[in-house]
């Protein structure tokens, strides 16, 4: 069975510093992989997605992520944080030969972002 | 604009009652879903559809029913018999193919 491990509940970071979240998985298949933000009382936004290609992915608001099949690890990555960075953050995978559609996922249980001015 | 509509927002239901929560989508998308969201749980999965007329249950799907009559509509009936139905309920959609799951705004049910 797949699953998806967040490290870290929470996370704070300083304005300007890296942000770092993490993500393991695990799949019998190779994945699709997925990180979502989430602002408060609001829907879940993609913020990147791996599929095949090329292992670093970049996303929206300066978001990134690399794909390690030998880690079985996704993290997101950010060089410097912004304050509207604070948000909820999750990880989710999904076998890439899931009946022609990639949308069954599995969530981590997410990382909470703060960022101190 | 193309988007997941989730209504209503906030829900409130007397203990005992049936209760259906909205999803329409205007992205021609084949797949729709219904997840929960608890706080520190993530996000688990009650019901998805693959096609019209069709669905199957999720990892959660006790206490709930879903219909899918329409590509574009996939309501959420929470029951009685669900135990602790409060949460933040999220309709998402996605097309064939990695191009991605997209999410509605979210509803908020709370029991009373």
């Known amino acids: 069975a797949q699953s998806v491990t967040q490290l870290g509940s929470h996370v704070s970071v300083s304005e300007g510093a890296l942000v770092l979240l993490r993500c393991n998985y695990s799949?019998?298949?190779?994945?699709?992989l997925f990180w979502y933000v989430q602002y408060p009382n609001q829907g879940l936004q993609l913020l990147l997605k791996?599929?095949?290609?090329?292992?670093l992915v970049k996303g929206i608001n300066g978001f990134e992520a690399e794909f390690k099949k030998s880690e079985t690890s996704f993290h997101l990555t950010k060089p410097s944080a912004h304050m509207s960075d604070a948000a909820e953050y999750f990880c989710a995978v999904s076998p890439m030969n899931y009946g022609g559609s990639q949308g069954n996922l599995i969530f981590g249980k997410g990382t909470k972002l703060s960022v101190k001015p | 604009d193309g988007g997941i509509t989730q209504s209503p927002k906030y829900l409130f239901r007397k203990e005992g009652q049936n209760v259906t929560l909205s999803c329409e989508q205007n992205?021609?998308?084949?797949?729709m879903y219904w997840y929960r969201q608890d706080p520190g749980q993530g996000l688990r999965l009650i019901y998805y559809s693959q096609i019209v007329n069709d669905f199957q249950k999720g990892d959660i799907a006790e206490g709930y029913s879903v219909s899918r009559e329409k590509k574009e509509s996939f309501p959420l009936t929470v029951t009685s018999a669900q135990k602790n139905p409060t949460a933040f309920y999220l309709c998402?959609?996605?097309?064939?193919?990695?191009?991605?799951?997209?999410f509605g705004q979210g509803t908020r049910l709370t029991v009373v």
């Open positions: 998402a959609s996605s097309p064939q193919g990695p191009g991605g799951t997209f």
């Open positions: 992205l021609n998308h084949d797949a």
């Open positions: 791996y599929t095949t290609g090329a292992t």
């Open positions: 799949s019998s298949v190779p994945p699709y």
